[in-house]
């Protein structure tokens, strides 16, 4: 099988043999990447995404595999064993993920800071399998140029090809593919064989090409072999530094692309897949051009230079041609992951390839004689030396410029480092020097003069329609920004009002009512006020108006920024800061929930939509069954669910809700915004009195939003949410198959229509009365007006109309619940104007008593407050007391001489008294002001008349009402003429 020349250097029989060891080497890449993305799901789904896991896991990977390229050369003897071993520590992490969950959380006891000890335990488990996949591509460009002496000079470039081909290939299939179909575990298990196969193939095939040779055991006898104090010694400084920086400069490109693409496409990790897909095949195709046209790192740089000017001045343009052309392809989910994938190549494609050529620009240059081992030495100094920098340009990025500057700020940067990169490796000639300083000058021109910056503020819904996209970027005010590691928030302004927007993502306006309103209705429910946990706090308005009623609140929030700039949305949480009451804490909902012992009443997840892929795993089976062991027995778990997520996102919900659950309820916000109570206690409101009698909330309600407190309890729609469940035999959301994630990235058209239609249709009154604590005198009337505030005149709207409108004294209960707004209104505002429409609407339903003491109220408060003495005089004549109700009018004469109806009761009042002549003073009055239209006051005064024996007067005026209402033949019957 074997042939030796004279350096024993081995050589392959046949062509089969080089083509599978090809074929191994894209296996080993298609496997390699898998695990990056793989582990850092599992880890995720365990400790949480935020920055600090997130954080951890690449740059444990980045030095993981800088270290094995380093020391790749050492076990030399051992890629098949190293294969081996990424294949079986895969599939120890596929079928042990308790033990693993549980190795993590006793992890947490390591420090005071739970998180802390959790991610020094997922540091631990990954630099093993970390080094190991970086031995790979240093030893297979050994292996690969041991084959033949003409392959050795271009070895590297060729693995390096082949080995990014496949990571390129993997980034894509196992978020479109693989995950879907296999879930994360059974993905693990599959890549672990792909492993076990290629050590099986290179055992088998090729243990000869790992036997040691005489020239490097001379090597390492002599000490010669490759240590980390030596790495800059062995690299000219003129190779090794502008790799550093170009390599820095790379990290930053990469990040500021998997912002752009959340920025436009939306928070998923869809977009991070296509921006990971491009960046290998950028690496692939810059060492395939390489290895084609020998091309210097000169040539390379050049050509980066020119790929970051075309993504400076296309940027903020491709965003409106892809809003262009998603229409077109919208209801096609590949043709649209298709679409996002073309505009990111059109836009990153150029810079990702050269960035992925320096490595192999700085070997194409190397001794014709330069035999295998030295390939595999100097391979893996330079991945060494690249892995560091891109450490460092990671961190460059979320520490520093992340946080200080614009997008546009950021690209200019990477194309700074890239031109320093350039002047370096060509030591400052002015050849070089001067074209690189007016490509860098270019671009601070376009980003000073014409980069939309706000344009990437927009959200990415507004990306789906060019014309919507123009309409809503010419009402878009500056937004305030606030930016974190890798997270930006900011207040946008849109028509005058403020909206919380997060990476990608507009809320609701912050000064609209419904957040508060949440965690009114969550507080409903629970079965005590003691402990509550409110995971997110966004605005904080949720979670503020949850620590009005509880005891003792904890909120977990994931974004440090968002919490660093609590105290800018105070006005819209009742300074949630300042309640001692309230707990905030910066974490992972899922690492909180899961870490701790102690249990709620009442749990309530405030956490983004679905829509947002990381709180997709807040919708899992997994999720939901730590959080009912955090419950009390008979405690409640509440989940928001907008219509946005759709039918089938609807229905994955409740199916996964169901799996942990007996009881759910849904609560409508607004039409397309609900709430779903879950417990494993049948639902019902426990806390009405203290929820809706909280001056607080019930001022803030009414005097902002018009919202009645008092009618909060009359948003639940059904206690019998699962029975609306279209398919229970359908899939269900879990931490290894994220069913929602999926269904959120493939959505392309919201709203729950088909849902909204199965739950109207069940719609009943009598299960909502059963489930509410009390309802007033005015149910349903009260239940209705609530309906038609908060939703006007919606479907559910519609379908509780036909509910309730059979009910009888349908029409008084709908005047009680006037009453009970108006009352509401009056004990809030303590005005005379509140009071005296309160005073009003008592005297429509009759009661008289209670409204005389309410406009003597008023008369209190504003002894001249216009028609008070009118209406109190209205009240006194209705319950018979003319005495009263005469000196009223007569007050009410005094204080508004030109009243147009005081005169016409006085004068109606006094003939009723008897007192005729006066009678017929103020009707002459009244008739004179006001030529009145009806024909009313001129048979009262025709009575006057005829009272004091003016028939011919009495006639004549009977004459004139008939004139105004000649249908009526009766009047004269009625004064006896």
């Given at each position: 099988?074997?042939?030796?020349?004279?350096?024993?250097?081995m050589?392959?029989?046949?062509?089969?043999?080089?083509?599978?060891?090809?074929?191994?080497?894209?296996?080993?890449?298609?496997?390699?990447?898998?695990?990056?993305?793989?582990?850092?799901?599992?880890?995720?789904n365990?400790?949480?995404?935020?920055?600090?896991?997130?954080?951890?896991?690449?740059?444990?990977f980045?030095l993981?595999?800088?270290?094995?390229?380093?020391?790749?050369?050492?076990?030399?003897?051992?890629?098949?064993?190293?294969?081996?071993?990424?294949?079986?520590?895969?599939?120890?992490?596929?079928?042990?993920?308790?033990?693993?969950e549980?190795?993590?959380?006793?992890?947490?006891?390591?420090?005071?800071?739970?998180?802390?000890?959790?991610?020094?335990?997922?540091?631990?488990?990954?630099?093993?399998?970390?080094?190991?996949?970086?031995?790979?591509?240093?030893?297979?460009?050994?292996?690969?140029?041991?084959?033949?002496?003409?392959?050795?000079?271009?070895?590297?470039?060729?693995?390096?090809?082949?080995?990014?081909?496949?990571?390129?290939?993997?980034?894509?299939?196992?978020?479109?593919?693989?995950?879907?179909?296999?879930?994360?575990?059974?993905?693990?298990?599959?890549?672990?064989?792909?492993?076990?196969?290629?050590?099986?193939?290179?055992?088998?095939?090729?243990?000869?090409?790992?036997?040691?040779?005489?020239?490097?055991?001379?090597?390492?006898e002599?000490?010669?072999?490759?240590?980390?104090?030596?790495?800059?010694?062995m690299?000219?400084?003129?190779?090794?530094?502008?790799?550093?920086?170009?390599?820095?400069a790379?990290?930053?490109?990469?990040?500021?692309?998997?912002?752009y693409?959340?920025?436009?496409?939306?928070?998923?990790?869809?977009?991070?897949?296509?921006?990971?897909?491009?960046?290998?095949?950028?690496i692939?195709?810059?060492?395939?051009?390489?290895?084609?046209f020998?091309?210097?790192?000169?040539?390379v740089?050049?050509?980066?230079?020119?790929?970051?000017?075309w993504?400076?001045?296309?940027?903020?343009?491709?965003?409106?041609?892809?809003?262009?052309?998603?229409?077109?392809?919208?209801?096609?989910?590949?043709?649209?992951?298709?679409?996002?994938?073309?505009?990111?190549?059109?836009?990153?494609?150029?810079?990702?390839?050269?960035?992925?050529?320096?490595?192999p620009?700085?070997?194409?240059?190397?001794?014709?004689?330069?035999?295998?081992?030295?390939?595999?030495?100097?391979?893996?100094?330079?991945?060494?030396?690249?892995?560091?920098?891109?450490?460092?340009?990671?961190?460059?990025?979320?520490?520093?410029?992340?946080?200080?500057?614009d997008?546009?700020?950021?690209?200019?940067?990477?194309?700074?480092i890239?031109?320093?990169?350039?002047?370096?490796?060509?030591?400052?000639?002015?050849?070089?020097?001067?074209?690189?300083?007016?490509?860098?000058?270019?671009?601070?021109?376009?980003?000073?003069?014409?980069?939309?910056?706000?344009?990437?503020?927009l959200?990415y819904?507004?990306?789906?329609?060019?014309d919507?996209?123009?309409?809503?970027?010419?009402?878009?005010?500056?937004?305030?920004?606030?930016?974190?590691?890798?997270?930006?928030?900011?207040?946008?302004?849109?028509?005058?009002?403020?909206?919380?927007?997060?990476?990608?993502?507009?809320?609701?306006?912050?000064?609209?009512?419904?957040?508060k309103i949440?965690?009114?209705?969550?507080?409903?429910?629970?079965?005590?006020?003691?402990?509550?946990?409110?995971?997110?706090?966004?605005?904080?308005?949720t979670?503020?108006?949850?620590?009005?009623?509880?005891k003792?609140?904890?909120?977990?929030?994931?974004?440090?920024?968002?919490?660093?700039?609590?105290?800018?949305?105070?006005?819209?949480?009742?300074?949630?800061?300042?309640?001692?009451?309230?707990?905030i804490?910066?974490?992972?909902?899922?690492?909180?929930?899961?870490?701790?012992?102690?249990?709620?009443?009442?749990?309530?997840?405030?956490?983004?939509?679905p829509?947002?892929?990381?709180?997709s795993?807040?919708?899992?089976?997994?999720?939901?069954?730590?959080?009912?062991k955090?419950?009390?027995?008979?405690?409640?778990?509440?989940?928001?669910?907008?219509?946005?997520?759709?039918?089938?996102?609807?229905?994955?919900?409740?199916?996964?809700?169901?799996?942990?659950?007996?009881?759910?309820?849904?609560?409508?916000?607004?039409?397309?915004?609900f709430?779903?109570?879950?417990?494993?206690?049948?639902?019902?409101?426990?806390?009405?009195?203290?929820?809706?009698?909280?001056?607080?909330?019930?001022?803030?309600?009414?005097?902002?939003?018009?919202?009645?407190?008092?009618?909060?309890?009359?948003?639940?729609?059904?206690?019998?949410?699962?029975?609306?469940?279209?398919?229970?035999?359908?899939?269900?959301?879990?931490?290894?198959?994220?069913a929602?994630?999926?269904?959120?990235?493939?959505?392309?058209?919201?709203?729950?229509?088909?849902?909204?239609?199965?739950?109207?249709?069940?719609?009943?009154?009598k299960?909502?009365?059963?489930?509410?604590?009390?309802?007033?005198?005015?149910?349903?009337?009260?239940?209705?007006?609530?309906?038609?505030?908060?939703?006007?005149?919606?479907?559910?709207?519609?379908?509780w109309?036909?509910?309730?409108?059979?009910?009888?004294?349908?029409?008084?209960?709908?005047?009680l619940?006037?009453?009970?707004?108006?009352r509401?209104?009056?004990?809030?505002?303590?005005?005379?104007?509140?009071?005296?429409?309160?005073?009003?609407?008592?005297?429509?339903?009759?009661?008289?008593?209670?409204?005389?003491?309410?406009?003597?109220?008023?008369?209190?408060?504003?002894?001249?407050?216009?028609?008070?003495?009118?209406n109190?005089?209205?009240?006194?004549?209705?319950?018979?007391?003319?005495s009263?109700?005469?000196?009223?009018?007569?007050?009410?004469?005094?204080?508004?001489?030109?009243?147009?109806?005081?005169?016409?009761r006085?004068?109606?009042?006094?003939?009723r008294?008897?007192?005729?002549?006066?009678?017929?003073?103020?009707?002459?009055?009244?008739?004179?002001m006001?030529?009145?239209?009806?024909?009313?006051?001129?048979?009262?005064?025709?009575?006057?008349?005829?009272?004091?024996?003016?028939?011919?007067?009495?006639?004549?005026?009977?004459?004139?009402?008939?004139?105004?209402?000649?249908?009526?033949?009766?009047?004269f019957?009625?004064?006896?003429?």
């Amino acid at each position: 099988m074997r042939n030796y020349d004279e350096g024993n250097v081995m050589y392959l029989k046949s062509e089969a043999q080089p083509k599978l060891f090809a074929l191994l080497m894209l296996l080993s890449g298609f496997a390699g990447i898998s695990y990056e993305i793989l582990y850092g799901r599992i880890l995720g789904n365990m400790v949480g995404d935020q920055f600090a896991v997130s954080a951890a896991i690449l740059m444990t990977f980045l030095l993981g595999i800088g270290f094995g390229s380093a020391y790749a050369h050492r076990l030399w003897r051992w890629l098949w064993a190293i294969e081996a071993g990424i294949g079986i520590y895969g599939a120890l992490i596929a079928f042990s993920q308790p033990l693993i969950e549980r190795i993590v959380y006793a992890g947490s006891t390591l420090f005071s800071d739970n998180l802390s000890g959790s991610i020094l335990i997922c540091v631990l488990l990954l630099i093993f399998p970390a080094f190991l996949i970086g031995c790979s591509v240093p030893l297979f460009a050994g292996y690969f140029g041991r084959s033949s002496q003409q392959h050795a000079r271009a070895s590297f470039s060729w693995v390096y090809m082949v080995y990014n081909l496949g990571a390129a290939l993997t980034a894509l299939l196992i978020e479109f593919y693989f995950i879907r179909n296999y879930g994360i575990r059974g993905t693990v298990a599959l890549f672990a064989a792909v492993n076990g196969l290629i050590a099986i193939g290179l055992w088998t095939r090729f243990s000869d090409l790992g036997h040691d040779n005489r020239r490097h055991d001379a090597r390492a006898e002599t000490g010669e072999s490759f240590v980390i104090s030596r790495v800059f010694r062995m690299i000219p400084s003129s190779r090794w530094l502008p790799l550093v920086l170009a390599s820095i400069a790379s990290a930053i490109f990469q990040l500021f692309m998997v912002k752009y693409s959340e920025l436009v496409f939306g928070p998923f990790r869809e977009s991070f897949a296509l921006v990971l897909s491009l960046i290998l095949i950028g690496i692939t195709l810059g060492s395939l051009l390489v290895r084609r046209f020998s091309l210097s790192f000169a040539t390379v740089m050049w050509l980066n230079l020119a790929g970051l000017l075309w993504l400076m001045l296309t940027a903020g343009s491709a965003i409106y041609v892809y809003s262009a052309l998603y229409g077109l392809v919208s209801g096609h989910f590949w043709l649209l992951v298709l679409l996002k994938w073309l505009m990111l190549s059109a836009l990153m494609l150029l810079p990702a390839l050269t960035f992925g050529a320096t490595i192999p620009a700085l070997l194409s240059h190397q001794n014709e004689s330069a035999h295998n081992e030295e390939v595999s030495r100097e391979s893996g100094a330079l991945l060494f030396i690249s892995s560091l920098a891109n450490v460092l340009g990671f961190l460059l990025m979320v520490f520093v410029l992340h946080r200080l500057l614009d997008y546009g700020v950021q690209l200019l940067i990477v194309g700074g480092i890239s031109a320093l990169a350039l002047i370096v490796y060509c030591k400052g000639t002015l050849k070089h020097l001067i074209p690189a300083c007016m490509v860098v000058v270019a671009m601070v021109g376009w980003q000073h003069y014409k980069w939309d910056e706000d344009l990437l503020f927009l959200s990415y819904t507004n990306y789906r329609n060019v014309d919507e996209l123009r309409a809503e970027r010419a009402t878009f005010s500056f937004p305030d920004r606030y930016k974190g590691y890798q997270d930006v928030f900011s207040i946008n302004w849109m028509n005058d009002k403020p909206y919380f927007f997060i990476n990608g993502y507009i809320s609701i306006p912050l000064n609209n009512p419904s957040e508060k309103i949440v965690g009114a209705l969550s507080s409903l429910y629970a079965p005590r006020l003691d402990d509550a946990l409110v995971l997110g706090l966004g605005s904080g308005a949720t979670a503020s108006s949850v620590g009005l009623f509880f005891k003792h609140t904890e909120v977990v929030e994931i974004n440090p920024v968002v919490r660093e700039n609590l105290f800018r949305m105070a006005q819209w949480n009742f300074d949630i800061e300042n309640n001692t009451g309230v707990d905030i804490m910066v974490d992972d909902a899922i690492h909180h929930v899961k870490v701790g012992d102690k249990k709620y009443s009442m749990i309530l997840n405030t956490v983004t939509t679905p829509l947002y892929f990381s709180s997709s795993k807040l919708y899992t089976k997994d999720f939901f069954d730590s959080i009912s062991k955090r419950l009390t027995p008979d405690g409640v778990y509440i989940t928001w669910m907008d219509s946005r997520i759709g039918d089938v996102g609807t229905d994955i919900t409740l199916r996964t809700l169901q799996k942990s659950f007996r009881h759910c309820a849904i609560l409508y916000v607004k039409s397309a915004y609900f709430l779903l109570v879950a417990s494993n206690e049948p639902l019902h409101v426990q806390q009405a009195d203290t929820v809706t009698h909280n001056h607080d909330l019930a001022a803030n309600l009414w005097n902002k939003h018009s919202v009645v407190a008092s009618w909060l309890p009359y948003h639940l729609m059904t206690s019998k949410a699962f029975s609306l469940i279209k398919d229970p035999n359908g899939p269900i959301n879990t931490a290894d198959y994220p069913a929602l994630e999926f269904e959120m990235a493939r959505l392309h058209s919201s709203g729950i229509y088909e849902f909204k239609t199965r739950m109207i249709k069940a719609f009943d009154i009598k299960d909502v009365r059963q489930s509410l604590d009390k309802v007033g005198e005015a149910f349903p009337a009260d239940f209705m007006a609530q309906a038609q505030d908060r939703l006007e005149n919606s479907s559910i709207t519609r379908g509780w109309k036909k509910q309730v409108s059979g009910t009888p004294g349908y029409t008084d209960k709908v005047k009680l619940a006037e009453l009970d707004k108006r009352r509401l209104r009056a004990g809030i505002e303590e005005t005379a104007k509140a009071y005296h429409a309160l005073g009003t609407q008592l005297t429509r339903v009759e009661r008289y008593p209670e409204a005389i003491t309410v406009f003597n109220k008023v008369l209190e408060m504003d002894p001249e407050y216009n028609n008070a003495y009118y209406n109190l005089g209205t009240c006194y004549e209705r319950l018979g007391e003319n005495s009263k109700a005469l000196q009223s009018f007569y007050s009410e004469k005094k204080l508004d001489p030109k009243d147009r109806d005081v005169d016409y009761r006085i004068g109606r009042l006094l003939l009723r008294m008897g007192q005729y002549q006066q009678a017929l003073n103020a009707l002459n009055e009244h008739i004179a002001m006001q030529k009145p239209s009806d024909g009313r006051p001129y048979i009262y005064r025709a009575m006057a008349h005829k009272a004091l024996g003016h028939a011919a007067l009495a006639h004549a005026d009977m004459q004139r009402a008939l004139d105004l209402q000649p249908e009526d033949k009766k009047l004269f019957d009625q004064v006896g003429l």
